[in-house]
């Protein structure tokens, strides 16, 4: 028994029972398997598990390029693009990570505020004292940079002998 035919019979039925519909309430109302289109106002099949994500899977859900994402699907209705969906989706989400953001940082501030007026001081964890340790490490850093130096000029006195004749 050959599947593919099979498969490509149910695809030209289902492209079919969508098609004929000429109108999006009817389109999404009688099928749910169906999708409008509305720049070209076709009702097309729509087999995706998450429909409203359709044209993510499937570039040519629609007849016309532009409408891809202008797909309206069965759960929302008519009025309700894809495109506006996920708009929306994104921004309520990126508002509440940026409130929650703001609400800790808030409230780190405080606790932090609280904390040092406990333990004044309390960020000092080092008790050095910085002018000793700059100049020690500029001792070392000259140390480094004249060994570096006398080693370059001991190189260029070992050389017997140009490179190139005279």
Request: charged residues 20%; glycine residues 4%; aromatic residues 10%.
């Amino acid at each position: 028994m050959n599947d593919t035919s099979s498969d490509a019979e149910d695809d030209n039925a289902h492209l079919q029972r969508c098609w004929r519909i000429q109108n999006c309430n009817d389109c999404l109302g009688q099928q749910t398997d169906c999708s409008w289109c509305p720049f070209s106002w076709t009702c097309v099949p729509n087999s995706n598990r998450v429909q409203l994500l359709a044209p993510a899977w499937d570039e040519n859900v629609c007849p016309h390029w532009a409408e891809r994402w202008e797909i309206r699907t069965h759960p929302l209705g008519c009025q309700v693009s894809t495109i506006t969906t996920l708009t929306s989706l994104v921004t309520i989400v990126s508002t509440l990570v940026f409130v929650s953001l703001v609400t800790l940082a808030v409230f780190g501030t405080q606790r932090l505020r609280a904390y040092s007026k406990k333990n004044p001081g309390w960020w000092r964890i080092w008790t050095y004292e910085w002018g000793c340790m700059l100049s020690e490490w500029q001792k070392r850093l000259r140390l480094r940079l004249m060994s570096k130096s006398n080693a370059d000029v001991q190189d260029r006195s070992s050389e017997q002998e140009p490179l190139l004749p005279s």
